[in-house]
């Protein structure tokens, strides 16, 4: 009995030597693959995220450019969000926190005005600035847009069709002064070549620093 016994345990304790565990060079192996991959996947879905960013703000400065030529329809002037003195308007339109803003009568500096009083709708969406910029008799305008989250400022011409693009930096929102002067002139973009200023105006060194065509 007490040989059976013995011999049980022997058979036991040899099964248990042959189990073998994870080596220490092949967890070093493991814990190198999981950070190489997230190396890889991070900065990839930082990048993406970016990227989401920068369409919100494209898809809202071309809503825009459709909401100026409805208002241009009905009103022959295009609406500004610059302050009395240099553009066509008379209203800021930082328009993440207000998507309608109400133009008074006679309240755009224009060889044509409203003649009435009358409102400019366009959506936009979290976290994006919009401006808008006319010429000194309201007959074209230049827009900007920039998400705060995003690395990219876009923007657009009345007078010709590409949609522009400067680098910004991230989490820098967008502000006044950002935009240059909207100038009534279909020989050059207001755009084109431009430096960036303002919130589009990137800090870094390999930064694209003048507008260019997308």
Excluded: H
């Amino acid at each position: 009995m007490i040989k059976k016994f013995k011999s049980l345990w022997e058979v036991r304790l040899m099964k248990i030597k042959k189990k073998k565990g994870f080596t220490l060079i092949e967890l070093l192996i493991v814990v190198a693959i999981i950070a190489i991959l997230a190396a890889i996947a991070i900065p990839q879905f930082s990048s993406y995220r970016i990227r989401g960013y920068n369409s919100a703000a494209t898809a809202d400065l071309r809503n825009a450019r459709t909401a100026e030529e409805a208002f241009f329809s009905d009103w022959q002037v295009y609406v500004s969000s610059n302050a009395v003195g240099k553009g066509a308007g008379a209203v800021l339109l930082n328009t993440t926190a207000v998507p309608q803003v109400s133009v008074p009568q006679f309240g755009i500096i224009a060889t044509t005005a409203p003649s009435a009083a009358t409102t400019f709708n366009t959506g936009v969406s979290q976290n994006v600035g919009l401006l808008l910029e006319s010429s000194a008799n309201g007959s074209s305008f230049l827009g900007v847009s920039k998400n705060s989250a995003g690395d990219r400022c876009f923007g657009m011409d009345s007078d010709f069709t590409p949609i522009y693009w400067v680098n910004g930096d991230v989490g820098s929102p967008m502000a006044a002064g950002s935009l240059p002067a909207a100038v009534a002139d279909t020989t050059k973009s207001d755009l084109a070549g431009v430096a960036g200023i303002g919130a589009c105006a990137a800090t870094a060194a390999s930064a694209t620093k003048n507008w260019a065509a997308l």
